[in-house]
C-alpha cells in the first residue's frame, strides 16, 4: 500500500465508524446512511424526500449526534419568517447599541425539518450559508464555522400544505436521497426497539470535529484522472441535448458531481475515482437538478433520465 493511500484507509475505519453508529437508529437503510456521511464529508447539502413515517428525521439526528458539533433543529412551518433563521439585532438599553442575537444556521449541521412547509421567502434564507457559508444580516456578514451542513426533510409535494422548492435551491442540495419502507427484519427491529426516541438519545458521538475537517480534506484530495472528468462533463453536456429534458445540467452540478464521487471513492478506502463511483452516486446527485420537458413521456421521471444519460455516455477506458 502506498503512503497516498493512508489517508483514505483511516478515512474508510472512521466512515465505518459513523455509519454503525447510525445504524444503530436507523435499520435496514445502509445505503440512505452513508450517503448521508457521503453529503456531510463532500462539503454538501442532503435533502431526504420522502413520506411521513419512514425515519427521515431520525436519520437527520442520528448523523447529528454521531459527530461532536453544534447543531440545531428547526421545525419548518407556514408562519416561520426568514428572522427566526438567520437571527435578530436586538437593542441593548445598557450600552444603547445594537447586538446581533445568531439564529438556528449559526451550528455545525442544521436540520430543516420539512422543509417544503415554509414559504418561499423563508425557504430563500438558507441559499446564502448553503452556498457561501456565510449569512448576512443588518448589512454585516457573519462567516459559518465549518463543518457546516444543511440537512433537509420533506415530504412528496402532493402532500397538502407543502410549497415546492424552487430550483434554485434544489441545485445546492449536494444529495436528494429517499428512506423508503424498510424490509420485513428491519421493521421487526424497530418494533422491538419501540421506535427510535430513545435509541437516538443514547447515541455518542464517534468522531470530533477535527477529525471531520481532515476527512473533508482527505476528500478534497481524492485524483480525478482527465479521462473521468471528461466523462463528468460529458454527461453534463448530454443532459443538455436530451430530448425529454427542458433544463439539462448546470456547471455547479458537474463540481458537486465531481465532489460527491471523491467522497464516493475516499469510503470504499481509494485515493482515486473511477466510473463506477460516478454511476454509484449519479442518480443522487443530478435527478433533483433536472427539469423535464412539459408533455414528455408521463412515465419518464428525472431518475430514468439519469440513467438514460449515464447508458447513453461512453465510459472512459483505462489503457
Known amino acids: 500500500m502506498t503512503d497516498t493511500a493512508q489517508p483514505t484507509t483511516s478515512f474508510a475505519n472512521l466512515f465505518d465508524s459513523v455509519v454503525a453508529n447510525i445504524t444503530t437508529v436507523v435499520h435496514g437503510k445502509r445505503e440512505a446512511i452513508e450517503f448521508s456521511v457521503m453529503a456531510l464529508l463532500a462539503e454538501g447539502h442532503l435533502l431526504i424526500e420522502d413520506v411521513p413515517g419512514v425515519g427521515k428525521t431520525s436519520l437527520a439526528k442520528a448523523l447529528a449526534a454521531s459527530i461532536d458539533c453544534t447543531w440545531k433543529r428547526v421545525q419548518f412551518t407556514p408562519d416561520l419568517l426568514p428572522t427566526d433563521l438567520v437571527g435578530v439585532s436586538i437593542y441593548e438599553r445598557s450600552t444603547e447599541q445594537f447586538r446581533f442575537q445568531p439564529g438556528p444556521l449559526f451550528a455545525n449541521i442544521v436540520l430543516a425539518d420539512e422543509i417544503n412547509r415554509a414559504s418561499p421567502k423563508t425557504q430563500s434564507a438558507l441559499l446564502e450559508a448553503m452556498e457561501e457559508r456565510q449569512v448576512t444580516a443588518d448589512g454585516t456578514t457573519h462567516k459559518l464555522s465549518p463543518p457546516f451542513m444543511v440537512i433537509a426533510t420533506q415530504n412528496p409535494v402532493e402532500q397538502e400544505g407543502t410549497y415546492r422548492l424552487p430550483e434554485s435551491q434544489l441545485d445546492r442540495f449536494l444529495l436528494r436521497i429517499s ?117 414528455s413521456n408521463a412515465r419518464t421521471s428525472s431518475e430514468d433520465a439519469v440513467r438514460e444519460l449515464l447508458a447513453d455516455v461512453s465510459v472512459p477506458v483505462a489503457r
Open 179 to 295: 428512506i423508503g419502507y424498510p424490509g420485513r427484519t428491519a421493521e421487526i427491529a424497530i418494533l422491538d426497539g419501540q421506535g427510535s426516541t430513545e435509541a437516538i438519545r443514547e447515541l455518542r458521538p464517534v468522531v470530533t470535529t477535527a477529525e471531520v475537517l481532515s476527512m473533508i480534506a482527505s476528500v478534497r484530495s481524492v485524483y480525478l484522472a482527465s479521462a473521468l472528468k471528461s466523462y463528468m462533463v460529458d454527461i453534463a453536456e448530454a443532459s443538455r441535448r436530451h430530448s425529454a429534458i427542458e433544463l439539462g445540467l448546470s456547471p455547479r452540478a458537474t463540481l458537486q458531481l465531481a465532489a460527491a464521487v471523491r467522497a464516493h471513492a475516499a469510503a470504499r478506502g481509494r485515493d482515486y475515482a473511477t466510473p463506477d463511483d460516478v454511476k454509484a452516486v449519479a442518480v443522487s446527485v443530478l435527478s433533483h437538478r433536472l427539469l423535464l420537458k412539459a408533455g
